[in-house]
């Protein structure tokens, strides 16, 4: 990982509380479905592919969402979402793996864990489809994205910049997601994911993540490439299942 001085506190607070979390004794086993596979589907449905998150909060967000994570969960998939993100991080973002287990119950589309996973073990605190692996934030790429297929989890390995792009691909990573939020400053940049995104091979899954509001972004984002979208603020601020369609449909 780089020195964490270099990172918003916000973002330093997150990575010291994920060092202290507890490792699982028991691996997790879990035949998990396919992301990359349901999103290109999604695409040749017409339907913008879309990843819609369960984010109760943030250190960019104001206030708390309270709803039940699972009513959220419902009213994005019948609002056309392909795939589902939740947040498993309880002190910085309000989630939790009983948020996680109780969506995956209640849902038929794959479900992300999207957590700061910094070392293997951190993969065994709850079955999901498909995990988040931050290329900023791990000291060995290839060891996590190994750790998570063993495992039956599709990774997503999240980057900001050309070399961690270059990184992640080293990794063996088929699933990629550019981030358009700098965790080093917290701001957000659509012309992230357009500079990035060129660089990626043609048979690599590509997902634009976050500070996509309006469908103007979704058409934006689809332009350069993207073959998903990750949205969670503007879909919590909204009424759920209008706000996905609003952008499934954009
Ligand atoms: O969202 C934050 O405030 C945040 C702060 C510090 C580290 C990570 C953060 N977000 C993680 C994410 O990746 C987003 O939740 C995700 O991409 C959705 O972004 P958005 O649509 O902008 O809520």
Same mark, same amino acid.
């Given at each position: 990982m780089n020195a964490t001085e270099e990172f918003a506190p916000a973002v330093r607070s997150i990575l010291d509380a994920a060092a202290r979390r507890p490792v699982p004794d028991d691996r997790v086993s879990v035949d998990g479905a396919s992301l990359s596979n349901a999103l290109a589907a999604a695409d040749a449905d017409g339907r913008v592919p879309l990843i819609a998150e369960v984010k109760?909060?943030?250190?960019?967000?104001e206030g708390t969402h309270t709803e039940d994570p699972v009513d959220l969960a419902r009213a994005m998939v019948d609002g056309g979402a392909t795939a589902l993100s939740v947040l498993t991080? !309880?002190?910085?973002?309000?989630?939790s793996v009983e948020n996680l287990e109780r969506v995956r119950e209640a849902v038929d589309v794959p479900v992300l864990r999207k957590d700061f996973l910094l070392?293997?073990?951190?993969?065994?605190?709850v079955e999901a489809d498909a995990a988040l692996v931050i290329a900023r934030f791990v000291d060995d790429v290839g060891e996590m994205v190994t750790a998570a297929r063993e495992r039956g989890f599709e990774p997503l390995v999240e980057v900001h910049s050309e070399t961690e792009l270059e990184t992640a691909l080293d990794a063996g990573a088929t699933l990629v997601g550019v981030n358009?939020?700098?965790?080093?400053?917290l701001t957000v940049d659509l012309g992230t994911f357009e500079r990035v995104?060129?660089?990626? !091979?043609?048979?690599v899954t590509l997902v634009a993540e976050s500070g996509i509001s309006t469908p103007a972004d979704v058409r934006r984002m689809r332009e350069a490439g993207a073959d998903g979208l990750l949205v969670g603020s503007a879909i919590m601020a909204g009424e759920p299942r209008r706000s996905t369609e609003e952008l499934v449909y954009a």
């Open positions: 109760p909060t943030s250190p960019t967000t991080e !309880p002190e910085h973002f309000g989630g070392e293997p073990g951190h993969l065994d605190a358009n939020r700098d965790l080093a400053s995104a060129p660089r990626a !091979p043609d048979d």
